[in-house]
C-alpha cells in the first residue's frame, strides 16, 4: 500500500500562484510514477500533470503547459505541483496518484490516490 496525502491548496486570486505538495508513504516511492489530476464541480476527473520515476520525464495537460510544474524529491518521497498564473478555470480538486508502471494520463491506471486538495482562484 502507498499512502498519499496532499497540501498546499487555498484560495488565491487569479494570476496567483499555489504549490501544491504530496507525501507519500508506505512503500519505496521511486518505484513509482505520480500523476497529479483535478476534479472541478460537476465534471470529470481529468489529468493535469505526471513525472516519471526517476524525475526525467514530464507531461502535461495541454491548458497547464508553461504554467504548472511537476517535480519530484524521491529523497523526500515528495512529488510537487507549482501552479503559476492561475486562472479561475483551474478551480478544481487536486488529487495526485500514483502508478507502479510508468507516467499515463489515464486516471483508471493509477494504483493509489490521495484525498485530494481543494484549489480556489478568484477572478
Not at 42 to 53: P, T, W
Not at 93 to 99: F, L, Q, S, T, W
Request: charged content about 20%; glycine content about 10%.
Amino acid at each position: 500500500q502507498v499512502q498519499l496525502v496532499e497540501y498546499g491548496g487555498g484560495l488565491v486570486q487569479a494570476g496567483g500562484s499555489l504549490r501544491l505538495s504530496c507525501a507519500a508513504s508506505g512503500r519505496t516511492f521511486s518505484n513509482y510514477a505520480m500523476g497529479w489530476f483535478r476534479q472541478a464541480s460537476g465534471k470529470e476527473r481529468e489529468f493535469v500533470a505526471a513525472i516519471s520515476k526517476s524525475g526525467l520525464i514530464t507531461r502535461y495537460e495541454d491548458s497547464t503547459k508553461g504554467r504548472f510544474t511537476i517535480s519530484r524529491d524521491n529523497a523526500e518521497n515528495t512529488v510537487y505541483l507549482q501552479m503559476n498564473s492561475l486562472k479561475p478555470e483551474d478551480t478544481a480538486v487536486y488529487y495526485c496518484a500514483a502508478r507502479f508502471e510508468g507516467t499515463s494520463l489515464d486516471a483508471n491506471v493509477y494504483d493509489y490516490w490521495g484525498q485530494g486538495t481543494q484549489v480556489t482562484v478568484s477572478s
